[in-house]
């Protein structure tokens, strides 16, 4: 595998997960203003709170609802939520009417499982 990546091929998840990220600071403006339930996405958006003091760097969690969760990006001052698809669909239990996040892309790899979901939050 690692031979292959070396020769220029990159595994499809990986893929997904530099596209979603790019698109995630692309809609956001800064790594800064995004955050993920993916600590590897935020090392691919070279999230600066990744390597900073312990206790600086902080994942949204998967189980959240949405309510928790846009409290989360808005009290660190984010407009984005990246949502790794690697439970069974965290993103069906977030859009709704009552729901401040809002899904603008979803990235979806070859293999099961392998989706990433970009949202926004509604000002």
């Not at 790019?22 to 070279?46: C, I």
Request: proline content about 11%.
């Amino acid at each position: 595998r690692i031979t292959r990546e070396l020769q220029g091929h990159v595994p499809p998840q990986r893929s997904i997960a530099v596209a979603a990220a790019t698109a995630a600071v692309r809609v956001a403006g800064s790594p800064e203003r995004v955050l993920t339930t993916n600590p590897a996405l935020s090392f691919y958006m070279d999230d600066p709170r990744l390597f900073g003091p312990p206790g600086h760097y902080a994942p949204l969690w998967p189980e959240d609802d949405c309510a928790r969760a846009a409290r989360d990006l808005k009290r660190k001052g984010a407009t984005v939520a990246l949502l790794d698809g690697d439970e069974p669909s965290p993103w069906d239990r977030w859009p709704g009417h009552d729901c401040a996040l809002t899904l603008k892309r979803r990235f979806q790899g070859p293999g099961e499982g392998e989706t990433i979901c970009l949202f926004v939050l509604s000002s």
